[in-house]
Nanobody
Framework: QVQLVESGGGLVQAGGSLRLSCAVS????????TSWFRQAPGKDRLIVAG????????YYTDSVKGRFTMSGDNTKNTVYLQMSSLKPEDTAIYYC?????????????????WGQGTQVTVSS
């Protein structure tokens, strides 16, 4: 059983930064395609960023390109989402998820395991 535990969320002013962490247990995250999703109140859960199983390709949704960076630490079996230049519209619950697909897929239903989420609130 794979378990994912997110941390690092919080309240930040617009223009600020946060780093989210996703600790993976039960399997190495490099065995999966790993992604970050977010869900704002009343909205669908949408992908933010992802790294393919091979590590050779990454994906960022257009609205975060140049501001967010996803990375992983194999020694800690943890993936990160560094978020900079935060905007109020980035406010959401952020989830990490892993998929057996070899490429980053934007479809939540194609992910096999999810964390519980961490709240990010950006004030204007």
């Amino acid at each position: 059983q794979v378990q994912l535990v997110e941390s690092g969320g919080g309240l930040v002013q617009a223009g600020g930064s946060l780093r989210l962490s996703c600790a993976v247990s039960g399997q190495t995250f490099s065995s999966y395609t790993t992604s970050w999703f977010r869900q704002a109140p009343g909205k669908d859960r949408l992908i933010v960023a992802g790294i393919s199983k091979s590590g050779r390709s990454t994906y960022y949704t257009d609205s975060v390109k140049g501001r967010f960076t996803m990375s992983g630490d194999n020694t800690k079996n943890t993936v990160y989402l560094q978020m900079s230049s935060l905007k109020p519209e980035d406010t959401a619950i952020y989830y990490c998820a892993v998929s057996r697909w070899g490429v980053v897929t934007t479809t939540p239903g194609q992910y096999d395991y999810w964390g519980q989420g961490t709240q990010v609130t950006v004030s204007s």
